[in-house]
């Protein structure tokens, strides 16, 4: 398996990986959203030999204290329903976070399965000061750099493409 950029020769794949993983279309729709904005940050396909999975990070508006923080949404994220369960997911998370942290960003936000994403260090407690259209234990954060989401009131502000 070879887990790589996203190129625009992909997309036809990944809207489909993402229909099949989701049962619908609006994990497509969000994506393409995303891209149109200009907000797709990282964007990874998993290669094994056809799209066996995907996973797009996109430029969230928060700050903390009342400095902005370069921070990243997780969101969609998907693998083929027969190919689950064999660490495509995490390959493709892991290799992503690496990536945002090369390019400097310094925290992600994900509102996901909540016994999923504690594993690579997501936590809803540090989530939880933020505020953001969403609580509870599914919205999580991780910082890729220490503390930057501590230190004072924040707050999450999601683009249109979220469609909150
Ligand atoms: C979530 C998803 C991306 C994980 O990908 P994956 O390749 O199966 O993940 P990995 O193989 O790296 O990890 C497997 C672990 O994921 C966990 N997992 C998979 N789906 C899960 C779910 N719906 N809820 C909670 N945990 C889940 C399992 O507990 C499994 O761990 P275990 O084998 O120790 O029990 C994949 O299951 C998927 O595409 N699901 C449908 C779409 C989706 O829900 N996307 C995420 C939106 S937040």
Do not use: C
Not at 80 to 104: D, F, K, T, V, Y
């Amino acid at each position: 398996m070879v887990i790589r950029e996203r190129t625009p020769v992909d997309d036809r794949a990944i809207r489909s990986l993402n229909d099949t993983a989701f049962g619908g279309a609006d994990e497509s729709r969000l994506i393409e959203d995303l891209r149109a904005a200009g907000l797709g940050a990282v964007e990874l396909v998993a290669v094994d030999p056809s799209v066996a999975g995907h996973i797009l990070f996109s430029a969230l508006d928060v700050a903390v204290g009342g400095k902005p923080v370069r921070a990243l949404a997780l969101a969609p994220m998907a693998v083929q329903p027969h190919r689950q369960r064999q660490g495509i997911g995490g390959a493709l998370l892991r290799a992503g976070l690496q990536r945002a942290r090369e390019h400097g960003w310094q925290a992600v936000i994900v509102l996901g399965h909540q016994d999923y994403y504690p594993r690579f260090g997501f936590s809803a407690a540090l989530a939880h000061p933020l505020e953001a259209p969403f609580s509870g234990a599914s919205f999580m954060a991780l910082e890729l750099e220490p503390g930057v989401l501590q230190g004072g009131a924040g707050h999450v502000v999601y683009p249109p493409a979220f469609s909150l």
